[in-house]
């Protein structure tokens, strides 16, 4: 079974560009989960879809980071414009259901200088 | 706010010996708890996991024991080897709503030869 695809694994940027992550989760997961984990610190939630709806989207900064899960499989993460604290990885996860095991992809690791 | 926390930032433990890693929880509305594994460049991977109405859950090398009086678990790794060199990460789950998980800032676990 394919584990859930990310890309790009790497992108660097400068201040005030814009960035998009893309996301393929496992195939079948309803539930979609966008992590940043910032160096040194535990992954923190941005955003939890269910199939195409937003669950939770409490710890997303809505006044540069937007996400949409079209037809509730892939998803993508923008940035726009990104400022230095936004360096991090940003993990992707997928789990069949809210309290289901989360499976997580390998991270995209933004550098914004 | 830390509702999850790993006070020590990195172990080293001789091969073959126990590993002890531990974590701290002050939100009482948590009610699972799961330690998840994490090699460099890729995803965290989930490891163990365990209800709040248990105190103890073991699978093969590993063993997770939940204090709830004290809000405390630990993970348990018996004998350690050098592929369990990682960072690891407890996470929480609040038994409401989206039921999303709070992680810790992770222990980097070296096990030496």
């Known amino acids: 079974e394919a584990g859930v695809a990310q890309s790009p694994r790497y992108k660097i940027i400068e201040k005030r560009q814009s960035v998009a992550f893309w996301c393929n989760p496992i195939?079948?997961?309803?539930?979609l989960y966008w992590y940043q984990q910032i160096l040194g610190q535990g992954p923190k939630l941005l955003i939890q879809?269910?199939?195409?709806?937003?669950?939770?989207d409490s710890q997303l900064p809505k006044d540069r980071f937007s996400a949409e899960r079209l037809k509730g499989v892939d998803s993508t993460l923008k940035i726009q414009p990104a400022k230095l604290e936004d360096s991090a990885v940003y993990l992707c996860?997928?789990?069949?259901?809210?309290?289901?095991?989360?499976?997580f992809g390998p991270g995209t690791r933004l550098t914004v200088l | 706010d830390q509702q999850v926390k790993q006070n020590s930032p990195s172990l080293s433990v001789q091969e073959g010996r126990i590993s002890i890693l531990n974590c701290d929880y002050t939100?009482?509305?948590?009610?699972?708890f799961l330690w998840y594994k994490k090699y460099p460049a890729e995803g965290p991977t989930f490891l163990i996991s365990i209800s709040s109405i248990k105190d103890k859950n073991e699978d093969g090398r590993f063993t997770v024991f939940l204090n709830k009086s004290a809000k405390h678990l630990s993970l348990h790794i018996v004998p350690s080897q050098p592929g369990d060199s990682a960072v690891y990460f407890c996470?929480?789950?609040?038994?409401?709503?989206?039921?999303?998980?709070?992680f810790g800032t992770g222990t980097r676990l070296t096990i030496i030869p």
């Open positions: 195939s079948g997961h309803a539930t």
């Open positions: 996860a997928s789990s069949l259901g809210k309290a289901n095991e989360q499976f």
């Open positions: 879809f269910q199939n195409n709806g937003v669950v939770d």
């Open positions: 996470a929480a789950r609040e038994n409401f709503g989206n039921e999303k998980l709070t």
């Open positions: 939100n009482s509305m948590f009610d699972y």
